[in-house]
């Protein structure tokens, strides 16, 4: 499976981007789907996942209400809508999926595919 990840940019503070990630090379409906992130000098954190079919999100608490990740398994396509962002939230956002068997994985070794990186980066 390769992951495209797509999106990424410089933003002010309290302004919105949407990251796309696009899979191609495997049945993207069998895949949970995460996303990532890397700050400089930071290890890579958990920041949101969805299951295969959309019905279980799960979010890091310092993203919650501001997040939104979604899938259109039609399309093959991950989505992570990001507002109000901050300049906390700078850092290269990696999508990556791993197969799903029921629960939304937050640990970045429990994922099985990763796309390279979008780069994110939010004034003050």
């Known amino acids: 499976v390769q992951l495209q990840a797509s999106g990424g940019g410089l933003v002010q503070a309290g302004g919105s981007l949407r990251l796309s990630c696009t899979a191609s090379g495997g049945t993207f409906s069998k895949f949970a789907m995460g996303w990532f992130r890397q700050a400089p000098g930071k290890e890579r954190e958990f920041v949101a996942a969805?299951?295969?079919?959309?019905?279980?999100?799960f979010y890091t608490d310092s993203v919650k209400g501001r997040f939104t990740i979604s899938r259109d398994n039609a399309k093959n396509t991950v989505y992570l809508q990001m507002n109000s962002l901050e300049p906390e939230d700078t850092a290269v956002y990696y999508c990556a999926a791993h197969w799903w068997l029921g629960i939304l994985r937050t640990v970045a070794g429990k994922y099985d595919y990763w796309g390279q990186g979008t780069q994110v980066t939010v004034s003050s």
């Open positions: 969805i299951s295969s079919n959309g019905g279980s999100t």
